[in-house]
């Protein structure tokens, strides 16, 4: 795989121009491209899975900064997995966290500015939980640090 400077060094003899106009544009469409090419398919580069343990009386954990989407999370008590259910509106989430909970392991989850919530459970243990996360495509990031080299 060619690294950002080696396209940038193919995208610039191919266009005979090195001005920073053309490089940003080259750039551009080259970061546009993979992103295309990223979404076609579930590529084994753009999973993974993040463990974590909880925290007494702490019902909201921030999501690995890499993560983009989460596809699944689940908690694993006594060597036994628990699936929570994902809550997608803030109302409900609201309906839900207003009553008290008897379940033995957090049965809901929502999702908010970075931040995964779950519902108390009474026991209150320490417990482990496993997120399957698809990654952020970073290129953005390296194309604009590329080019603050270049000034």
Not at 48 to 56: E, F, L
Not at 65 to 81: A, G, H, P, Q, T
Not at 99 to 125: D, G, V
Not at 133 to 150: A, D, Y
Request: hydrophobic share 30%; proline share 3%; net charge negative.
């Amino acid at each position: 795989m060619k690294t950002y400077t080696d396209l940038q060094d193919l995208y610039t003899s191919l266009t005979n121009d090195s001005t920073t106009t053309n490089i940003t544009l080259g750039m551009s469409l080259t970061n546009d491209y993979i992103r295309k090419m990223a979404k076609t398919k579930n590529w084994w580069f753009m999973t993974d899975t993040a463990t974590d343990t909880s925290v007494a009386d702490q019902v909201e954990y921030y999501l690995p900064r890499e993560c983009d989407v989460l596809e699944n999370v689940y908690f694993v008590i006594s060597d036994e997995k628990y699936i929570p259910t994902e809550i997608k509106s803030r109302v409900d989430w609201d309906c839900i966290t207003a009553s008290e909970s008897s379940s033995t392991y957090p049965s809901y989850f929502y999702i908010q500015n970075n931040k995964i919530s779950f519902t108390q459970h009474p026991q209150q243990q320490i417990i482990q939980f496993i997120l399957f996360i698809k990654r952020k495509l970073l290129v953005c990031q390296t194309q604009i640090i590329q080019q603050e080299q270049l000034h």
